[in-house]
């Protein structure tokens, strides 16, 4: 049973998709053409890319060692060093560096909304301040910008779109270039901020140790008689007095360098001689006195060369007081280093004595304040030293190992993918579209359609005869094995078989009476008249005793469908039955409102012109319905050719009489809206249990196949 009902619904998929097969088509070459137009419209872009690889281990020339790093320490340092590379401060530094602002590119662009504000006032003028404009041209580079890692490696991907591939590659090369400065330029930063901050320690770190020496040498000098009284060693007086001999020569030697530079700065060659007093310099000192002296009594002419001269020997005097002055710092350096000589044999002499107690601790407090102090400047100068190397050594931890090649296929569009998804959206809103249309907005155009759309079943597809030789109706009497005879005697089928249901559950008084079967459409034109006539004529044919009535007061058409003219009929029948006919009006026998059919045994009433007057008064008044009493005693089938049902209200008066109701629905035409309210309208207005059966009229056969075509055939008898 579940295989039968799977079978089914496939069936009726596919059953649905050839039906709006040309809906779905035209969707999908309408969406496939727009999207098509949509793609090749667009501008390609082009994304070049650039591989950088990064070391997580610091790179330091100045250490060879190794180091190894917990793998979750790597991930964050490569991690960190991505969001660093899609940062605003990279991207800022890109723009800069390649002078963005003015590109076409991603250069500054007044758009509408700043020309609207500018128009209205809000803005003292359309173009932006400058930096808003850098602001606008870093986000719009950001926008083109993808980093991304390469899965768990250490490599990192920098992606650069635009409309120009080399543009595009030479943007992914720059950002590589610019990242890999930016992290050397911050290394050499922190090195060079940490070279500060040690030699403003180091500077310390000297006064200590100049403080703790000169402590040292103080705490000797100022106990020396003492510890020579206590230890008994003379040769401490000898060697303190040579000591503050050198002292005063070393004082004096810098008193007297100090003062013949300032002498050689100011030219004072006489203050320099006394000063210096080196006989060169006294033998040019009386020469340049002599060149004087005659300066001053020389011709004019004669004063120019003795000038000459003068400015030449002036040269000579400052050459050597050059080497004068030199000598002289030497001999003060030689002297310096002799009195730190003297001192440190001085001090040596003190510790190797036997020193009291007292004084012993005191020296050694003295000594392990300098040797800090020592230690501490050493230290700090040797890092000073390591950070002034590493600034000027520094290399970057990440380094391109690809750079970017202009692309030779655009990155977007990828025409056959959006091609591919347009195809599919096309397919599926193709699809979506023929299933509104085959159960919410469309015709019915086939049998099970319309069955499951309004829940009844559907007794007959009724083809449509554009070049049939007589009317449809005739096609019954006429070509009782053509198509369109067989499609009425399967409606009557139908009806026969639900009428007989219906009158097995009945009592058996029912069943000997004629049964009225109602025909009905939603709106006009839909062939119902047609196929009222036709089905009427199948029952006389078949040898029941049939009778058609055209309740259709409105506008009566199965006289002229017969091809008869009639003087009185239904309308006249009933009007002068009515409890408002005018006076003296007599009424009309039913003999002279029947007539019978031309082609068949069947018996009509029919109606003339349009009613004057309301007619659901008339076909819901006691007259009708004594009439169809007594014509169910008369005849086997009785069929109501009614009004349509949405236009006018006559046929919910009619429903009620019915014994079963035909629904006539157009091939393709009738709304799906209109049959759900008509059959809603008939299931409210029909006696419970009242048989409802479908109807489609007029269905196109054109190019239709007929698998039973060898058993239709027209007959010219």
């Avoid at 050694?364 to 000073?384: D, E, K, M």
């Avoid at 006429?478 to 409606?491: C, F, G, K, T, V």
Wanted: net charge negative; with cysteine.
């Amino acid at each position: 049973m579940a295989e039968d009902e799977t079978d089914l619904d496939l069936r009726g998929i596919a059953g649905l998709i050839r039906r709006q097969i040309r809906l779905i088509v035209t969707t999908i070459v309408l969406v496939l053409g727009l999207a098509a137009l949509w793609v090749f419209s667009l501008t390609p872009l082009y994304t070049a890319s650039a591989l950088i690889l990064i070391d997580p281990a610091s790179s330091n020339l100045l250490d060879s060692a190794t180091r190894t790093t917990p793998p979750a320490t790597d991930n964050a340092r490569v991690a960190s060093e991505v969001e660093i590379l899609r940062s605003e401060a990279t991207s800022l530094a890109v723009v800069q560096a390649g002078d963005l602002v003015f590109s076409p590119d991603f250069g500054v662009k007044i758009n509408l909304y700043d020309r609207a504000r500018a128009f209205v006032g809000l803005s003292s003028r359309p173009d932006p301040d400058p930096q808003t404009a850098l602001h606008r041209v870093v986000r719009r580079f950001s926008d083109t910008l993808q980093v991304e890692r390469r899965s768990l490696t250490y490599l990192v991907a920098v992606r650069v779109t635009s409309p120009n591939p080399t543009r595009a590659a030479e943007l992914a090369n720059l950002t590589a270039s610019v990242y890999i400065d930016a992290q050397v330029a911050a290394k050499v930063g922190s090195a060079l901020t940490a070279r500060d901050t040690i030699q403003s320690r180091l500077a310390e770190a000297d006064s200590e140790l100049v403080s703790s020496e000169r402590a040292f040498n103080a705490f000797i000098e100022e106990n020396l008689a003492r510890i020579e009284q206590q230890t008994g060693r003379s040769d401490l007086s000898r060697l303190r007095t040579e000591l503050e001999r050198l002292r005063d020569d070393s004082s004096r030697q810098r008193v007297a360098a100090n003062t013949a530079s300032l002498d050689l700065q100011q030219r004072d060659w006489g203050s320099l001689v006394q000063t210096l007093r080196d006989d060169t310099l006294i033998a040019l000192q009386q020469q340049r006195d002599a060149l004087g002296s005659d300066l001053a009594n020389a011709t004019a002419e004669r004063a120019i060369v003795l000038r000459a001269e003068l400015d030449a020997l002036d040269t000579r005097l400052a050459s050597r007081a050059d080497v004068a002055l030199a000598d002289l710092r030497a001999e003060l350096a030689s002297l310096d280093n002799r009195v730190d000589q003297v001192q440190s044999d001085l001090r040596a002499s003190v510790l190797d004595s036997d020193l009291p107690p007292e004084i012993l601790g005191q020296i050694f407090s003295l000594q392990q304040r300098g040797t800090l102090a020592r230690n501490q400047y050493q230290i700090l100068l040797s890092r000073l030293r390591d950070f002034e190397a590493q600034a000027e050594l520094q290399i970057a931890d990440a380094r391109l190992v690809s750079p970017a090649l202009p692309p030779i296929d655009p990155s977007f569009p990828d025409s056959s993918l959006m091609l591919a998804l347009a195809l599919f959206a096309a397919t599926g809103l193709g699809v979506g579209l023929g299933v509104l249309r085959e159960f919410y907005v469309g015709g019915f155009v086939s049998d099970l359609q319309a069955s499951d759309v309004l829940g009844v079943p559907m007794a007959a597809t009724i083809p449509r005869l554009e070049t049939a030789r007589r009317g449809p109706a005739d096609e019954v009497a006429d070509a009782p094995m053509s198509i369109y005879a067989e499609s009425m005697r399967r409606l009557r089928a139908s009806l026969d078989q639900q009428l007989h249901m219906s009158v097995s559950g009945s009592a058996s008084t029912t069943a000997q009476r004629g049964s009225v079967i109602m025909i009905a459409s939603t709106i006009p034109a839909e062939g119902k008249t047609t196929c009222a006539l036709s089905l009427a004529r199948t029952y006389a044919l078949s040898g029941k005793r049939t009778l058609l009535i055209d309740c259709d007061l409105r506008k009566p058409s199965v006289a002229s469908n017969i091809g008869v003219e009639i003087e009185h009929g239904l309308l006249d029948y009933l009007a002068a039955l009515a409890p408002d006919a005018p006076a003296g009006t007599a009424p009309l026998s039913l003999e002279s409102v029947m007539q019978a059919d031309p082609l068949t045994a069947l018996d009509l009433i029919c109606s003339t012109g349009r009613a004057p007057r309301p007619t659901d008064q008339l076909l819901g008044g006691d007259s009708f319905t004594q009439l169809l009493d007594a014509m169910r005693d008369h005849y086997d089938v009785i069929v109501l050719d009614t009004p349509p049902m949405l236009p006018v209200v006559d046929g919910r008066y009619l429903a009620p009489r019915a014994d079963a109701i035909v629904l006539v629905l157009k091939w393709a035409e009738t709304r799906q809206q209109d049959a759900r309210r008509t059959i809603a309208i008939l299931r409210e207005t029909g006696r419970p249990g009242t048989p409802i059966l479908g109807a489609l009229n007029q269905q196109d056969v054109r190019g239709g196949k007929y698998y039973y075509q060898g058993y239709y055939g027209y007959s010219d008898s």
